[in-house]
């Protein structure tokens, strides 16, 4: 499986974005896609992750209420929509797959590049 992620961008505080990540492969559907992000100076982190069907998800605390993730098997198509961006939230995203919708990055095994989000006055 090979992810690919859209370009992220630049946006104000308080506004929205929405990332996706396509997927090549038949197989997508039997994946479950997390999406993580690194700021810069730290470590990645846990952003959210949805489960093979798309029915079950999970966030951080940090972009609970915020964000939501969601998937179009047809499209091979994973989606982040970022609501009330706040500075905090700057970091180049990525998005993952593998067998478990889990928040441990090592238990992925397909990553997308990175996109970089800025939110910025």
């Known amino acids: 499986v090979q992810l690919q992620a859209c370009e992220g961008g630049v946006v104000q505080p308080g506004s929205s974005l929405r990332l996706s990540c396509a997927a090549s492969?038949?197989?997508?559907?039997?994946?479950?896609v997390g999406w993580f992000r690194q700021a810069p100076g730290k470590e990645r982190e846990f952003v959210a992750v949805?489960?093979?069907?798309?029915?079950?998800?999970s966030y951080a605390d940090s972009v609970k209420g915020r964000f939501t993730i969601s998937r179009d098997n047809a499209k091979n198509t994973v989606y982040l929509q970022m609501n009330s961006l706040k500075r905090e939230d700057t970091a180049v995203y990525y998005c993952a797959a593998g067998p478990l919708p889990t928040t441990t990055a090592s238990v992925y095994n397909y990553w997308g590049h990175g996109t970089q989000v800025t939110v910025s006055s």
């Open positions: 492969g038949r197989t997508f559907s039997s994946y479950a």
């Open positions: 949805i489960n093979r069907s798309g029915g079950s998800t």
